[in-house]
């Protein structure tokens, strides 16, 4: 398996303009976490998904965020509009348990989203 | 709530060893990681230790873990310049609950 597949790999974009990130979750993974990465605020969980059904969002910022799972091998993380501190990396991870199990959590190579 | 700390900065000479602590809250979890994040990378999965053990070792690496004081350590023995990154703790176990991580440390290993 390629692993966790994230698009694109930078994406730079003017304020106020709709981003959609996207990732593809490794083949059989039953679980798919969002994830926003800065400086000042570390790592945060923004939502996940378990059987492409969303469990918890109470990590996603604002109604300017939204994340949608159409199916097993695809999922999307929208913001629109964007804001300057939206600014991050935004990951994408799967796993076969919600909690990790013994293998844990497959990370993608993130996003790195700029808005000017 | 659950909450996993570590301390934010770690800076070792090259060839010394590597110490990375960590305290989590949750006693029922079944499952303490490590994951290592090098620059312009997602985070990988670099050990872990099932609750019911004390010890792991994987080559360079030695995790402690002491489930009475909710204590997880991660040596790192010889420690290269590759091994500059940042390593997360990690608290999960099995089942519909999500992994919670800590605020990771950074390690800056000086040559």
């Known amino acids: 398996d390629a692993g966790v597949i994230q698009s694109p790999r930078h994406e730079v974009t003017e304020m106020g303009q709709e981003v959609t990130l996207r990732c593809k979750p490794i083949?059989?993974?039953?679980?798919l976490f969002w994830y926003r990465q800065t400086m000042m605020r570390g790592l945060e969980l923004l939502i996940y998904?378990?059987?492409?059904?969303?469990?918890?969002d109470s990590g996603m910022p604002e109604d300017r965020f939204s994340a949608k799972m159409p199916n097993a091998s695809f999922s999307t993380l929208k913001i629109q509009p964007s804001e300057p501190r939206d600014s991050a990396v935004y990951f994408c991870?799967?796993?076969?348990?919600?909690?990790?199990?013994?293998?844990?959590?497959?990370f993608g190579s993130g996003t790195r989203l700029t808005v000017v | 709530g659950e909450d996993v700390e570590q301390s934010l900065f770690l800076s070792v000479r090259e060839g010394d060893s590597s110490v990375i602590n960590c305290t989590y809250t949750?006693?029922?979890?079944?499952?303490l990681y490590w994951y290592k994040q090098e620059p312009g990378a997602g985070l990988q999965l670099l050990t872990y230790?099932?609750?019911?053990?004390d010890m792991k070792q994987d080559q360079r690496l030695t995790v402690l873990l002491n489930k009475k004081d909710k204590h997880l350590s991660l040596r790192i023995a010889d420690t290269q310049t590759g091994d500059s990154a940042i390593y997360f703790c990690a608290e999960g176990g099995t089942g519909g609950f999500k992994t919670i991580f800590g605020a990771g440390t950074r390690l800056f290993v000086k040559a």
């Open positions: 949750d006693s029922s979890s079944t499952y």
């Open positions: 230790i099932f609750s019911n053990m």
């Open positions: 083949s059989g993974h039953d679980y």
């Open positions: 991870a799967s796993s076969l348990a919600g909690a990790g199990g013994r293998y844990g959590y497959t």
């Open positions: 998904f378990n059987n492409n059904v969303p469990i918890d």
